[in-house]
């Protein structure tokens, strides 16, 4: 499908380009979102009628980005969720969940805005992408942590995730410090034996009785 751009599109083209799109591509997100028309000559002529009033609205639109793009350009936003020892999230923090902390700074925006390629799913400091226009781009960081402490740490450079370690096995007491000085111990050999031969009941009895 031929399209018309009305506004730049990331990896696509500026507006007025006439660009070849799949089908679903463009009537399911790029007409339907005022974003392209159909390129047929009907919309050509109407584009080019309109051209000057869609330039004009643009560089207005554009403007306005741009004064917002000053006030979040490399702010820090901070996301509190849950994480193993080793840093991996229980969950994810999604491009929505960005757009709602940003919006919660007083800075309204939609997901859509929020170029994630993949949600977050570990600890740590983030680089993400904020369009504010199609001409208008800016980077935030997104600072995942499980405490407000741990995101102060982390800001500092610290490293929050802990890696389990192996537990050494505890020191064997030796002899000396388990007995008193003089007190009886077994042999190195854990047998209980003295130097004399054990004698069994039975034959003990029968000594008893032959006296």
């Known amino acids: 499908m031929e399209v018309i751009l009305l506004e730049r599109i990331r990896r696509l083209g500026q507006m007025g380009d006439v660009v070849t799109v799949k089908d679903?591509?463009?009537?399911?997100?790029?007409?339907?979102?005022?974003?392209?028309?159909?390129?047929?000559?009907?919309?050509?002529?109407?584009?080019?009628?309109?051209?000057?009033?869609?330039?004009?609205?643009?560089?207005?639109?554009?403007?306005?980005?741009?004064?917002?793009?000053?006030?979040?350009?490399?702010?820090?936003?901070?996301?509190?969720?849950?994480?193993?020892?080793?840093?991996?999230?229980?969950?994810?923090?999604s491009s929505r969940d960005i757009a709602e902390l940003i919006t919660e700074n007083g800075i309204a925006l939609n997901r859509n805005q929020v170029l994630l390629n993949r949600p977050i799913k570990v600890l740590g400091l983030h680089k993400v992408i904020v369009s504010l226009h199609p001409e208008v781009e800016v980077n935030v960081e997104v600072n995942v942590a499980r405490t407000p402490e741990e995101a102060?740490?982390?800001?500092?450079?610290?490293?929050?995730?802990?890696?389990?370690?192996?537990?050494?096995?505890?020191?064997?007491?030796?002899?000396?410090?388990?007995?008193?000085?003089?007190?009886?111990?077994?042999?190195?050999?854990?047998?209980?034996?003295?130097?004399?031969?054990?004698?069994?009941?039975?034959e003990a009895e029968e000594s008893e009785d032959k006296e």
């Open 152 to 202: 102060e740490r982390q800001a500092r450079g610290e490293d929050i995730s802990i890696e389990v370690e192996d537990v050494e096995d505890e020191a064997i007491p030796s002899a000396d410090e388990i007995f008193e000085e003089g007190a009886e111990r077994p042999d190195e050999e854990g047998d209980n034996d003295g130097d004399e031969e054990a004698i069994p009941v039975a």
């Open 24 to 93: 679903g591509f463009g009537r399911n997100f790029l007409i339907p979102q005022g974003k392209a028309l159909r390129a047929n000559e009907k919309n050509k002529k109407h584009f080019e009628n309109d051209r000057a009033e869609l330039e004009a609205r643009n560089l207005e639109l554009k403007g306005e980005a741009s004064q917002v793009g000053e006030k979040i350009d490399g702010e820090v936003f901070i996301a509190i969720r849950q994480a193993g020892d080793t840093g991996q999230l229980y969950g994810s923090v």
